[in-house]
């Protein structure tokens, strides 16, 4: 359940609860524009913004090269496909739902998401290349990605709200106190002594106040906690809307489908039909569809992002020549 904590909104207070929308547009056409005409376009509108807000999903993680599935799943999880098989084991996100006989198993398998996703990568290029992008303006990054990259890539973290959790934080199975805990170090030692795709039992983590299971810091029900930093991030969210709503502010949209579009690419289309003054730019591979009401003020790329965001970045670079 998402929190009811007060945001500070546009003409009254609001709550991260009502800046999702769930209405989606009745006019999606893919732009017919020349790819390099719309790089163009785009870097213009970053270029002559006062304020970005970079909303982020999964498809930004995968150009990246952060995928859940082929080669890099089954390179990194074969010990898993061999122990467990089935229909679970086809990529990290449908091995997260397989029913693990014991928390020894279970943390063995997260324990590995965790060193796979958020301690090996380390700052990717791509990440970093976006915050070129926005970081000689004033800009803010809502994302449900849970890998940590925003962070890694230099981004301030009071610039950002990662509202569906980390990769690098557990917390009490059942959310009997809202606070989350650091697990780097623990998973570190878990991938050393995992054995037959278990840890030891001394090292299953129990809850410090009820003392029952642990689970992963994710958004998956309705126990996941939001926590001080969580409500924080919420809080520096809000305002940030407050002070960007009647400036020329771009939505760089980067990466979200259709998957869990009530989010980031529902609200943002809620936020282009109220404010005149703000302009959306989309990149992503296969749904780059955007608003035809929007006109001039809408770009929608479809093109694997780690070539858009490059050709992008020297579209800006020379805007200044």
Partial sequence: ?????????????TTFQTFLCGTPARDYVFQQTPYMEQIKQAAKLLKEADYILIGAGAGLSAAAGLTMGGARFTENFKEFIDKYGGPYMKDMYSAGFYPFPTEE?????????????RILPGALPLYEKVYRLAEGKK??????????????????????????????????????????YDALKLF??????????????????KCPVCAGPMEMNLR?????VEDEAWHEAERRFGEFLRECEDKKTVLLELGVGFNTPTIIRFPFEKLMREHGDMSLIRLNLDEAVV???FGERVVGINEDMAVSIEDLLKAFDLCDR
């Avoid at 198993?105 to 996703?117: E, F, H, I, L, P």
């Avoid at 990054?141 to 557990?170: P, R, S």
């Avoid at 570190?188 to 983590?205: F, I, K, L, T």
């Avoid at 998956?220 to 996941?224: G, L, P, R």
């Fill in 220 to 224: 998956s029900d309705q126990y996941f």
């Fill in 105 to 117: 198993a279970k943390w063995g398998y997260w324990s590995k998401c965790g060193m796979v996703n």
């Fill in 291 to 293: 608003p035809e009401e």
């Fill in 1 to 13: 359940m998402v929190a009811q904590h007060i945001l500070y909104g546009r003409k009254k207070p």
């Fill in 139 to 180: 800009h803010f990054v809502l994302t449900t990605n849970v890998d940590h990259q925003f962070f890694l890539a230099g981004f301030d973290e009071a610039k950002v709200f990662a509202t569906q959790g980390d990769y690098g934080l557990i917390q009490c199975q059942r959310g009997c106190h809202p606070k989350t």
């Fill in 188 to 205: 570190g030692q878990m991938d050393q002594a995992r054995e037959d795709c278990q840890v030891p039992s001394h090292m299953v983590p």
